[in-house]
């Protein structure tokens, strides 16, 4: 039971004391690439973790997994904070990157999820540069969206939905 209340707390829980202190929380996940945020969205099993773990792998610094929390500097402009030190991954996935489920230390008993340290990453907060919506299907590609299209994507993504804009609340 303490470690169920210890995931929802350091997950959604912290997610909605961040938001009440005027932070955006996505359910994302970021790195680091030329000292600028790229960020990972999608829905549940579209591989934000796994992306995120192979750039980390490959020596991009982590930034978050699981929460991004975005603040907004005096010019609107969004930077992405640091979070944990760690990337939540299922089997296939810590599969996938070359580590041994059988070796590493579970999100908690009767979950197939793993916590994965990672030792590269980042201390202050960095400009966040793009948001990459993940998707499955047969084909690879990046593809530009429409702003209400990369809205709608990102607004399902919030932990909690702000109901402040934050170019509004700069004097």
């Not at 970021?30 to 750039?55: E, M, P, Q, Y």
Request: hydrophobic share 45%; with cysteine.
């Amino acid at each position: 039971m303490k470690m169920h209340c210890a995931f929802f707390i350091l997950g959604a829980g912290l997610g909605v004391l961040l938001h009440q202190r005027g932070l955006l929380v996505l359910h994302a996940s970021c790195v680091a690439i030329d000292n600028r945020g790229i960020g990972f969205i999608g829905a549940k099993g579209w591989g934000k973790s796994t992306t995120t773990a192979t750039l980390h792998q490959r020596g991009h610094a982590l930034i978050s997994d699981e929460l991004l929390v975005v603040r907004f500097n005096d010019q609107a402009q969004p930077r992405v904070m640091p979070g944990s030190p760690q990337i939540r991954l299922w089997s296939d996935a810590l599969i996938s990157i070359g580590d041994d489920p059988d070796s590493a230390v579970r999100v908690r008993s009767g979950i197939d999820k793993y916590n994965v340290y990672a030792g590269n990453t980042i201390a202050e907060t960095l400009p966040l540069d793009c948001l990459y919506l993940l998707d499955v299907g047969e084909d690879l590609s990046i593809k530009l969206m429409p702003p209400s299209e990369a809205f709608f994507w990102c607004h399902s993504t919030f932990i909690c939905v702000p109901l402040w804009n934050p170019v509004s609340t700069i004097y």
